[in-house]
């Protein structure tokens, strides 16, 4: 697609960047005195739909907000499927696990995925894997298989969850775009990390590293399980020779301080976009922004609903796009 | 083949008036297409973006010059219009700096501008700065509309 297309788009997300909340609005929102003043001043910066809207309502209508500002500016909505085999890929799993448990939940699915929430869960009821997109059939088969055979949830979500990462890398690598490939490969490499630390804590086999670690390129798997297998200091060492260095550091701090360091390093690689004038990455980064600002003020949200000191709270806040 | 003079001069006159208007047509469509994004989420920016939008647009009108002063120096516009090949490929040639540059420059200052419009968007009060990074490639549109008048003027006083 033209880069030239995106031109309208671009300028209309350059104006809309304004209405990001950037640092002074945060320090504002942390010297409120509760939460209820909090959600006044969110209502003042136009967040939510109604005066009466609870947080999470608020947070919600926020995300639906940019995927409807999305739906305006791009026709063909599939170049944003990078971020959206995530939701699909829970929405699976969450599907396998209330035909298994045979209940109705509430609020289990996402909205905004690339396939409709019924299409998969019929997929999953009709055990029809067909209707489902060629990257999803097979994981969602051998995880289904193993829910209902073994009932072992832990392994379907393991074997999900690799399926997502597999699907975000491919098919954000294929789109061409240094954005999407980007944030494809930071998006595996972060959870890789994740997994190896957690699997070395815990004490997991070379199988569940087999199973569970994602192929990326500025990590190499082999030695990323040899370490896991050896222990967490084993993993410090290895990822001191890669470029992620730094996450050591943040790592030994807390498990919070590296989610932390994850998102700062994904609004670090998109920050050029905002001096990029066209191409759809400017729209892109505008969309890793907004999540980012929605978790953000999650966070401090519930920070404030549980007293949670200034401090506590600031040190969990992520970096602004803007 | 004497008569082939004209022919060329013509060709010049229209390449230089076609590929300048075609440049500014995309640029100031890339332009407007940017201002439009703005304007959407603020009208009261309508007069900062139209400037930049209509940057692009001069080299249509340089280009368009130059087709018109060749015209009357050939003689299509009224007078005499033999002339040599030699004199018809002259014409042709002081033409062709106006065509190729003309063109260039407007796509080039569109996408200046699409930028520019973009500092506006954010920071209105920078309209002076964002207008000049844009405004800087209209000095090499200048200098081929110059060199093409000099060179279409200089062609009647030869002797060939």
Known sequence: ?322 | MDNYGIVFALAGAILAALLSGIGSAKGVGMGGEAAAGVITEDPSKFGKVLILQLLPGTQGIYGLLIAFITLSQIGVLGGKSDMSLAVGLLYFGACMPMAFVGYYSAVKQARASVASIAVVAKKPDQFGKAMIFSAMVETYAILALLISVLAIVGIGSLNI
């Open chain 1, 1 to 322: 697609m033209s880069q030239e297309q995106y031109i309208y788009a671009v300028a209309r997300i350059r104006s809309k960047e304004l209405a990001l909340l950037d640092k002074s609005v945060f320090e504002q929102l942390l010297s409120c005195k509760d939460y209820k003043e909090c959600l006044r001043i969110l209502a003042e910066k136009g967040w939510g739909t109604s005066a009466d809207e609870t947080a999470e309502e608020i947070l919600l209508s926020e995300r639906e907000k940019t995927w409807t500002l999305m739906r305006e500016l791009v026709e063909d909505m599939s170049v944003f499927d990078t971020f959206l085999y995530e939701i699909d890929f829970h929405n699976l799993k969450a599907a396998i696990k209330q035909v298994y448990t045979s209940h109705e939940f509430d609020n289990i699915y996402l909205n905004n995925g690339i396939i409709e929430v019924e299409t998969i869960y019929d997929a999953i009821k009709n055990h029809d894997f067909s209707e489902l997109p060629e990257y999803m059939q097979k994981s969602a088969e051998e995880a289904y298989d193993i829910q209902m055979h073994t009932g072992d949830g832990q392994l379907c979500d393991v074997i999900l969850d690799k399926a997502t990462l597999d699907t975000i890398y491919k098919k954000g690598k294929e789109t061409g775009n240094s954005l999407f490939s980007e944030y494809a490969e930071l998006r595996v490499v972060i959870a890789d990390i994740n997994i190896a630390i957690r699997g070395a804590k815990t004490g997991k086999g070379l199988e569940f590293y087999e199973k569970a670690l994602a192929e990326c390129d500025s990590l190499d798997i082999k030695q990323l399980t040899e370490a896991a297998l050896t222990g967490v200091e084993e993993i410090y060492e290895y990822l001191k020779t890669t470029v992620y260095a730094d996450a050591v550091e943040v790592i030994e701090e807390s498990p919070s301080s590296f989610e932390r360091w994850c998102d700062n390093l994904i609004i670090k690689h998109i920050q050029p976009q905002k001096y990029n004038p066209v191409s759809i990455s400017p729209l892109a980064a505008y969309i890793l922004a907004r999540e980012n600002e929605i978790k953000s003020v999650r966070i401090l949200l519930s920070g404030k609903l549980n007293n949670l000191s200034e401090s506590v709270i600031r040190e969990r806040l992520r970096d602004m796009y803007v």
